[in-house]
């Protein structure tokens, strides 16, 4: 729990690297994830060469505190374990805040691009990153409204590509098969977000020359499924090179698994449509 005295680490561009908690808000003895706190800017954060003109961090958002300031924070992570309603038990390597104003209002923005209050969470179950509001206790595989795209794929790059993830394993896979995958999704897709835009207004139709170019890369041996997967497919499995694991019959949409299950280890179908975008599909196993 964070009290009096409890170091945090500043997690957004505000210029504050490390803080001093000297306040606990709402009359609490102690803060939890999602809780105001007051803070004392103990460290400040050197952004080198990427603020000012042309960096990727602003010489404003850079110089917006110094050390010595007080300022209000929210706890976004832990060390703590805190046990949920549900049983489950969530703790983090370290004490985390994001810096506010009195209203609320985010002072800087996540390091990682994501709104305050956001952060990018690993699946076990999926072997896939995802985005948790702390606060709200909300979960999405999509983006949230709000996300800087740019500075999420530069955080993902970083810290949840391919080499980061571990692949699944094998085991009893009687009946399944394995692929991989390359999504483009367009306006009209069931869920018009991804990883890699917050919003999606392609249309269908430049969804598909997106996808038939891609194809072509692959069919001429330019590139594989996998490589494209890493930096142009709107799914997540993309930071495991498209790779969906092992799969059954009936696990997926029906248009994408009569044509996984039609192929032969190897083979990468022609372009398919379903309701999530359109995919080109590999068969690893």
Not at 1 to 29: F, H, P, W, Y
Not at 66 to 84: C, F, L, N, S
Not at 223 to 252: N, P, Y
Not at 259 to 274: C, D, I, Q, R, W
């Amino acid at each position: 729990m964070i009290q009096l005295k409890t170091m945090l680490n500043c997690i957004d561009n505000s210029g504050a690297a490390v803080v001093e908690c000297v306040n606990v808000l709402r009359m609490k003895r102690a803060a939890s994830i999602g809780d105001r706190i007051i803070v004392v800017v103990q460290k400040q954060r050197s952004f080198g060469p990427e603020s000012g003109p042309g960096g990727s961090v602003s010489t404003s958002a850079a110089n917006k505190v110094r050390r010595g300031d007080i300022r209000h924070a929210i706890v976004v992570r832990t060390a703590k374990k805190i046990q949920r309603s549900d049983g489950s038990v969530v703790k983090f390597d370290d004490n985390a805040c994001v810096l506010i104003n009195k209203t609320g209002e985010p002072i800087g923005t996540r390091l990682n691009g994501l709104p305050a209050g956001w952060e990018v969470r690993h699946s076990n179950s999926k072997n896939l990153p995802y985005y948790f509001n702390s606060a709200s206790r909300e979960s999405r595989w999509e983006p949230p409204s709000g996300t800087d795209t740019e500075k999420l794929k530069a955080y993902m790059a970083q810290h949840h590509s391919a080499s980061s993830i571990k692949q699944d394993g094998l085991g009893p896979n009687e009946g399944k098969i394995r692929a991989s995958h390359l999504l483009v999704k367009h306006r009209d897709s069931r869920r018009p977000s991804s990883w890699r835009e917050a919003e999606i207004t392609r249309t269908k139709d430049e969804a598909k020359a997106m996808i038939v170019a891609h194809e072509a890369r692959i069919r001429s041996g330019e590139a594989s499924l996998g490589d494209l997967a890493v930096t142009e497919s709107d799914c997540s499995s993309a930071r495991k090179r498209g790779d969906l694991g092992f799969f059954g019959r009936s696990e997926m949409q029906k248009e994408f698994e009569d044509a996984a299950f039609a192929l032969k280890p190897g083979e990468v179908s022609h372009v398919v449509e379903t309701a999530s975008g359109v995919h080109l599909i590999e068969r690893t196993e």
